[in-house]
């Protein structure tokens, strides 16, 4: 079972899947067409094109707090300073398409589909947004992906712009696997006991997940630290003890 933030409304979703069926034909005429090769940008933000230049002329707002220098890091960072005082928003409008990639394979396919002409892939977007009420300037950078053929990387920039978000509001992922599912009541004495080593003022999103393979104990990843008392381990660390040469 997990627990984690609130994702779209399924009548959101709904709306994007019924938007994107009638346009996915042109991307499934477009697989058996080559690729256009991917440009690779050279400047510190990436969006190249005339239009994306415009789109993201005003993105002066400060960086996020969690840095990331890859290419997908370098969008994400650019649709973040861009998103002004409407941060909520344009993460909802984020979220939306990522779950949209992940239930409707029509949708996937026109992202994911490199033989599919921009201009169709625009419209196509551009409609799916109009149903659901994104936000401008996720629509902007959707386009600036288009052009700059950076489109197939989408649900990974979503990814990371979720991280940057969650570090802009104090968010922190606090992932708990156990062997068997824990009680309500035991994820609440887990959930304490992480708050109080957590940051002050921050707040943890907790997910919890199960793996049989560990035998007992629990696995929690918290931001980047990790605190490991699995059976399993703690059966590696035994056997590692007796295995290791008499002094």
């Not at 600036?144 to 978000?165: A, H, P, S, T, W």
Request: aromatic share 4%; hydrophobic share 45%; net charge positive.
């Amino acid at each position: 079972s997990h627990s984690t933030l609130a994702v779209p409304a399924p009548a959101m979703a709904g709306m994007l899947r019924l938007a994107a069926r009638p346009l996915a034909r042109s991307a499934r005429s477009a697989l058996r067409q080559p690729a256009a090769p991917a440009l690779i940008p050279r400047i510190a933000l990436p969006a190249t094109s005339a239009a994306g230049s415009r789109a993201f002329a005003a993105a002066t707002g400060p960086k996020p707090k969690h840095e990331d220098g890859t290419l997908e890091g370098r969008y994400a960072t650019a649709l973040f300073m861009a998103s002004g005082g409407k941060l909520e928003k344009v993460y909802q409008d984020m979220a939306a398409l990522r779950n949209m990639m992940e239930t409707s394979k029509d949708f996937k396919l026109l992202v994911e589909t490199p033989g599919v002409d921009p201009e169709t892939k625009v419209s196509a977007l551009e409609a799916v947004c109009k149903k659901a009420g994104t936000e401008g300037s996720v629509v902007n950078f959707l386009k600036v992906l288009v052009e700059n053929k950076r489109i197939g990387m989408l649900q990974r920039v979503i990814d990371l712009f979720e991280v940057f978000y969650r570090a802009e509001k104090g968010l922190v992922l606090c992932k708990v696997t156990s062997a068997v599912d824990l009680t309500a009541g035991q994820q609440g004495e887990v959930k304490k006991a992480m708050e109080q080593r957590a940051e002050k003022g921050s707040t943890l999103i907790m997910e919890y997940a199960t793996n049989p393979a560990i035998l007992g104990g629990l696995q929690v990843k918290m931001g980047e630290a990790v605190f490991d008392n699995s059976v399993a381990t703690r059966l590696e660390r035994l056997q590692a003890q007796l295995l290791a040469p008499l002094a």
